[in-house]
């Protein structure tokens, strides 16, 4: 199976390298793995109402599953810790049970390969993650863990489209993912918002944001960006936000693909929060307040929109292969930065990215880049998945040039848009390219299968940091 895919990603790669500029490709703690589960869930009708004051929620979700086996007898969701009420199909109660924060439902009638079934499931909780709440702000938003609000496959492989109906008080202005279809008042004085999130992408990147938010909006370069925000007059947030169209613009044309969606939004929010989701990204106000006092200090927003590109779009097959998200984020927000103030800015945040993956290694905590599981990170293993991931990137482009390296990021970027990667998809993609084996660079620096010496820097950082001194 492994092979067939690298076999057409191969062809894939010739035909898009004869491509230029960027193509619209429309597509439909610990963390469980499931790849090559029996079943996969396509799409997700949620109805959520979040309870600010009390802290809590409740919902319902019907979920479109596929199966992949011959008689699936049960299917297994992650639920956190949300009490399960009721699951049934087509209205007829089907049995389940929840452990270690995982429900099984039993089929009444097993599913045939390839059909497609839908269960709804009840429930309600307080969580502890994936959720947080401000009522003295009148704020919430959820923040990576689905499973902990809605019950999901919380995978990073299994894909889905999601249709939300999202239940908040009089007064608050919602942030959620893909468009905003409709909106009405329900006899109870509360709105119903709903959300239409077309293109499937990862359930970590579902989610929403609320609270008593003004909100500005601008059209640039035919898309459309949202600011919301409590504590900033409209002028502060058009500064705060000032380059967010040439990030997008810039990330297009790296990526060789258009944004895949067609709104943008920003949410200054209460807390200390940095989170992609699907079409917007939720920031702490502290965020804003940064920019206003130094206008180059965008990193984080910089980092936070490509992940529209890489982690959202092109994901990590499974946890292991976290660096393909977080490095490819940090290495692309340091790009961004060389594009927009020059290439002394993109050095200063390379060099500290090594600086971090250096203090790690004279540890004696280096690893590959590839984990063998990712189960129970540390510290120091989420610097070498963020900032020695950049960092290996970095001295990817040293070693391939300009050219070949850009090459490499457009062919990986477009072929595998609205799919799972693993790192070898990566290399591929990069040799594609440049035309030649870079098994030496990936064994020594990504797999750390050749040893190097301890205490010397790269070649490239030694010209680096004689670059920064002058």
């Not at 200090?297 to 998200?325: K, P, S, Y």
């Amino acid at each position: 199976m492994i092979s067939l895919r690298l076999s057409r990603a191969a062809l894939s790669f010739c035909l898009l390298l004869l491509c230029g500029g960027p193509v619209s490709l429309r597509v439909r703690e610990p963390l469980v793995q499931n790849v090559g589960a029996n079943f996969e869930a396509i799409h997700y009708n949620a109805q959520i109402e979040p309870n600010i004051a009390s802290k809590s929620i409740k919902g319902k979700v019907v979920i479109r599953v596929v199966s992949r086996a011959d008689r699936l007898a049960s299917v297994e969701f992650d639920c956190g810790d949300l009490t399960i009420e009721a699951v049934s199909e087509n209205r007829t109660p089907q049995k389940f049970v929840t452990e270690a924060r995982r429900l099984k439902v039993t089929l009444t009638r097993p599913a045939g390969v390839g059909e497609t079934r839908e269960l709804e499931v009840v429930y309600h909780g307080s969580p502890k993650r994936g959720i947080r709440f401000f009522p003295d702000r009148s704020q919430v938003y959820t923040i990576f863990s689905t499973s902990q609000w809605m019950v999901c496959v919380d995978v990073p492989n299994d894909k889905a489209t999601l249709s939300l109906n999202l239940i908040l008080p009089a007064g608050l202005t919602p942030a959620a993912n893909g468009r905003l279809v409709s909106q009405r008042k329900l006899p109870n004085k509360n709105i119903a918002y709903e959300w239409d999130q077309k293109t499937s992408v990862p359930t970590y990147v579902f989610g929403f944001a609320a609270g008593p938010f003004h909100t500005v909006i601008e059209n640039k370069g035919g898309e459309e960006f949202r600011y919301l925000v409590t504590q900033f007059s409209d002028d502060e947030l058009r500064r705060i936000f000032l380059d967010t169209p040439d990030m997008l613009e810039f990330y297009e044309n790296r990526s060789g693909v258009r944004y895949a969606d067609h709104v943008y939004t920003q949410v200054l929010a209460a807390g200390d929060v940095g989170q992609e989701m699907s079409s917007f990204t939720a920031l702490g106000e502290s965020y804003g307040k940064t920019v206003l006092a130094k206008d180059q200090d965008i990193w984080l927003g910089a980092h936070e929109l490509a992940h529209q590109w890489w982690g959202n779009m092109v994901t990590c097959r499974d946890w292991n292969h976290f660096w393909l998200n977080e490095g490819m984020a940090n290495f692309m927000a340091a790009a961004y930065l060389e594009h927009r103030f020059g290439r002394a800015a993109y050095l200063r945040q390379i060099e500290s990215y090594r600086k971090n993956y250096e203090e790690v290694r004279v540890a004696g905590k280096d690893k590959s880049l590839v984990f063998p599981d990712w189960l129970h990170p540390t510290s120091q293993d989420r610097t070498l998945v963020y900032d020695k991931g950049a960092y290996v990137l970095h001295l990817l482009r040293e070693e391939l040039g300009e050219a070949f390296f850009w090459k490499g990021i457009r062919a990986f970027t477009r072929a595998y848009f609205g799919k799972s990667v693993v790192t070898a998809d990566f290399q591929s993609a990069m040799e594609q390219a440049s035309g030649k084996s870079l098994a030496p660079f990936f064994s020594k620096w990504v797999y750390l299968s050749e040893s190097r010496p301890q205490d010397t820097l790269h070649p490239s950082l030694d010209a680096l940091a004689r670059e920064l001194l002058l």
